[in-house]
């Protein structure tokens, strides 16, 4: 298993589905799980510690499971079958684990709010885990001006700005 953080949440910009990007802890490697606009903002809600009047559904779990006397040890994201991710809560109860079959975006809402490790199995990070795109200035070297601005910059230089006081 692979422990990993949130990296980010992003937004589709063609449907109304969110993308929660999990950063590796050792390497860049990220793995993009598309998530819905309420587990989106249920996790970015706890992220940014903003306080809410009553409790969210997420809460409620929370909750419940602290009033069972259970405690949840760390979240799982285990398998990918047919584009779907799956993962895995791990909730202990009076010394017994029990494993609870989730969406990996209620299994993240739910870490978010009891400051448990993520996890991902090596297998799906293999399948499904992206490098993140190199930077415009790794690309060509770090200069501090890109190379498609060099042209620009050739034609600025040949420029006679004192011409622009007669006009």
């Not at 285990?78 to 993962?87: G, I, K, Q, S, T």
């Amino acid at each position: 298993m692979i422990e990993v953080v949130i990296d980010s949440i992003r937004i589709s910009l063609v449907s109304q589905h969110r993308i929660v990007m999990l950063k590796d802890m050792e390497s860049e490697q990220q793995l993009a799980i598309w998530i819905g606009p309420c587990e989106a903002e249920a996790i970015t809600i706890e992220l940014q510690n903003t306080k809410v009047a009553r409790p969210l559904t997420h809460d409620l779990l929370r909750n419940t499971i602290e009033a069972m006397d259970g405690t949840v040890t760390r979240i799982v994201v285990n398998d990918l079958r047919e584009a779907v991710f799956y993962a895995t809560l791990y909730v202990e109860v009076n010394g017994e684990e029990k494993e609870i079959d989730c969406r990996p975006s209620d299994a993240i809402a739910l870490a978010v709010r009891t400051k448990v490790p993520i996890f991902v199995e090596e297998h799906v990070l293999e399948e499904a885990g992206i490098l993140p795109e190199p930077d415009i200035q790794e690309t060509q070297g770090g200069d501090d001006e890109p190379e498609s601005l060099d042209a620009f910059s050739d034609f600025v230089d040949t420029l006679d700005f004192d011409d622009l006081d007669e006009s």
